[in-house]
């Protein structure tokens, strides 16, 4: 199973790679409690599992926002029923208008 690790932890990890670390050394680091920066905060358990099977990168918060928002119209807006169209457009349009009034710019919401 991959687990899920920042994109910060993620960029570490493949800094760490890049610059010729083999996967046991930083886990020997994580485990000696030498590791800095982001990874330091990932049990060695689970970045074990990140050397070993790969993992999956979290979504930030603007991701989520706007897989969200795709999804009302993959989900909703995209049928033939008028009253689910209504709502659709409703809800995108809260969406926009929350993210307007926290002064938040999403590319492909709101931006």
Same mark, same amino acid.
């Given at each position: 199973?991959?687990?899920?690790?920042?994109?910060?932890? &993620?960029?570490?990890?493949?800094?760490?790679?890049?610059?010729?670390?083999?996967?046991?050394? @930083?886990?020997?680091?994580? #485990?000696?409690?030498? =590791?800095?920066?982001?990874?330091?905060?990932?049990?060695?358990?689970?970045?074990?599992?990140? =050397?070993?099977?790969?993992?999956?990168?979290?979504?930030?918060?603007? $991701?989520?926002?706007?897989?969200?928002?795709?999804?009302?119209?993959?989900?909703? #807006?995209?049928?033939?029923?008028?009253?689910?169209? @209504? &709502? #659709? $457009?409703?809800?995108?349009?809260?969406?926009?208008?929350?993210?307007?009034?926290?002064? @938040?710019?999403?590319?492909?919401?709101?931006?």
């Amino acid at each position: 199973m991959k687990p899920t690790i920042t994109k910060e932890q &993620a960029k570490e990890l493949e800094a760490h790679r890049r610059s010729g670390d083999l996967d046991i050394q @930083i886990l020997g680091a994580a #485990c000696d409690e030498v =590791l800095g920066g982001k990874l330091a905060k990932l049990d060695p358990l689970t970045l074990a599992a990140a =050397l070993i099977n790969g993992y999956e990168v979290e979504a930030t918060p603007e $991701e989520k926002v706007r897989e969200y928002y795709e999804k009302l119209w993959a989900d909703y #807006c995209d049928s033939d029923d008028g009253l689910n169209e @209504i &709502a #659709c $457009e409703s809800a995108r349009h809260a969406v926009k208008e929350t993210l307007n009034l926290l002064g @938040i710019k999403i590319e492909g919401v709101n931006a």
